[in-house]
């Protein structure tokens, strides 16, 4: 009667999860002591109830003793059966409140479920990444662990997944198809391909995409690929002048069907995928959720040298340049190298004296949209970043983060000479010139040299002869000058 009226009088102590039987609140607390007292006699793999044991064991004896009477496959448990043979019964009996998507299986469902609010409850130890099922944690912590259980037969390279051996053996069957079987719930994704006219494709009903080697071949130089993906990609990248690839507004080729499809909302500006917190949209999820990551502070990828994190693993991959000194691009002008292209392309606008962003209000030009989009915060007096301690707003990001350590007191730039330390990194590039003796700034008319640009501004007032004003102390700072002066004196 408990499954009816929903009664759980069985309760965990440790995380507080409830049991209509307390034989299952046994069998739970083994999650939290780790105890598994039944071993298996084959691999010495231990289990925590005897039922898990028993079910492990048909993998080494490979008993698959009940068979389902529609398609003759068999499994290893009745409840493995069960839940087969809804396939054929067209029986999904758990529904999602939300989206009423339908699933065969209570777990199926569970896991669906955190599509919509978006709990990612397994968490990597490692590098701190989550995610939605404990299947891909595990195949996540490979990574970390360099295990590859999947092994090949042919030549004994190892693999993570099962699907990526499976996508390997085709290689050693060396078996060709001039055909492409495609079935007959594929034959969108195959229309452009079509209309090209480079490849023969026979439509199927009830036929399995793939074949399980390697049947799907270019009819411009008869190599074969184990996907259709794969050989799609093929023809628009190797053989693009045969091929009719999709074109968008402005003429852009793109390598996908999705691509121009993505593409083309710059042009009707439609953003369909919308933050539920600042309203903020963008064209693509993955940029949503990208920027979802503002919202919860979630860095998940970290340098494993200084422990600094980052929302973007294209972030992190241009950050370690700074440990290993990598600088890929050279300018042409003065052979000074960057880390990142970008970066390079701002240098060359110096040499080329190219500011072609104008301002509309004042007429000052920039070199980037995101130096005028910045500047234009100036004239509508737009600060939208505010320090959450005292109020202060700033027009930059970055101004406000440099503003947060006047509260926190945290100095992450350190000299290595004397372990001076600074609260913003251009500050520790100025004082490592007293260190270098380096005076980038040199004067037009004497040639005498500086370390800053305001202190070369200065010296050529005395060129010019412009004065700027006379100083006029207060009488208390002219106090404290005559008391120095009595002290020097004595």
């Known amino acids: 009667m408990r499954v009816h009226t929903g009664q759980q009088p069985y309760q965990c102590e440790v995380c507080g999860k409830r049991f209509t039987q307390l034989s299952h609140l046994k069998r739970h607390l083994g999650v939290h002591t780790g105890h598994k007292p039944y071993q298996c006699d084959e691999c010495t793999k231990c289990f925590r109830t005897k039922w898990n044991m028993k079910s492990h064991m048909a993998i080494h004896n490979n008993q698959k003793l009940h068979k389902c009477t529609d398609c003759g496959k068999r499994y290893r448990t009745t409840s493995e059966l069960k839940t087969h043979t809804r396939v054929h019964g067209g029986t999904l009996p758990f529904q999602c409140v939300v989206c009423d998507k339908r699933f065969n299986k209570s777990s199926s469902l569970t896991t669906h479920m955190r599509v919509h609010t978006g709990e990612q409850p397994y968490k990597c130890e490692v590098c701190s990444k989550r995610f939605t099922q404990s299947s891909h944690l595990k195949v ?24 990526n051996l ?20 594929n034959i969108p994704a195959f229309l452009y391909i079509m209309e090209a006219g480079s490849i023969d494709i026979q439509v199927q009903h009830g036929q399995c995409e793939s074949t399980g080697l390697r049947p799907y071949q270019c009819n411009e130089c008869d190599k074969c690929f184990t996907t259709t993906d794969s050989l799609k990609s093929h023809m628009m990248v190797i053989h693009s002048s045969h091929t009719t690839r999709p074109r968008t507004e402005c003429d852009e080729r793109r390598r996908t069907t999705s691509e121009p499809k993505t593409h083309t909302r710059v042009h009707i500006d439609t953003e369909p995928f919308q933050c539920v917190v ?25 340098c494993e040298v200084c422990g600094k994190r980052f929302t973007q693993l294209s972030h992190l991959k241009r950050h370690l340049g700074v440990h ?13 190298c960057f880390r990142t292209k970008w970066n390079m392309k701002s240098h060359m606008a110096i040499h080329n004296n190219q500011k072609l962003h104008k301002c509309t209000d004042c007429d000052k030009r920039y070199r980037t949209t995101s130096e005028l989009k910045t500047h234009t915060r100036v004239h ?47 500050h520790l590039k100025v004082h490592m010139r007293l260190h270098t003796g380096i005076k980038p700034y040199q004067c037009g008319e004497c040639d005498k040299r500086f370390t800053t640009m305001g202190n070369l501004k200065s010296h050529t007032r005395v060129h010019s002869g412009v004065n700027h004003g006379t100083i006029n102390p207060v009488p208390e700072i002219m106090q404290r000058v005559g008391v120095l002066a009595s002290f020097h004196n004595f």
């Open 380 to 426: 509508d007096r737009t600060l939208p970043f505010q320090c959450v301690v005292c109020g202060k707003r700033f027009n930059v990001a970055s101004s406000l983060t440099a503003h947060i350590r006047v509260h926190t007191g945290e100095q992450p730039y350190k000299c290595e000479v004397y372990s001076k330390c600074f609260t913003q990194s251009s």
């Open 324 to 336: 290993t000194g990598h600088k890929p691009y050279q300018c042409d002008e003065c052979t000074k």
């Open 140 to 163: 996540h912590m490979r990574l970390h662990t360099g295990i590859k259980p999947y092994q090949c037969g042919e030549c004994d390279k190892r693999f993570t997944t099962m699907g």
């Open 278 to 302: 600042c309203d903020k949209s963008f064209n693509t999820k993955n940029c949503l959720n990208i920027h979802m990551r503002v919202h919860t502070g979630q860095q998940p990828y970290q």
């Open 166 to 185: 499976k996508s390997h053996t085709r290689v050693h069957s060396g078996v060709n198809h001039g055909t492409i079987i495609v079935p007959c719930v």
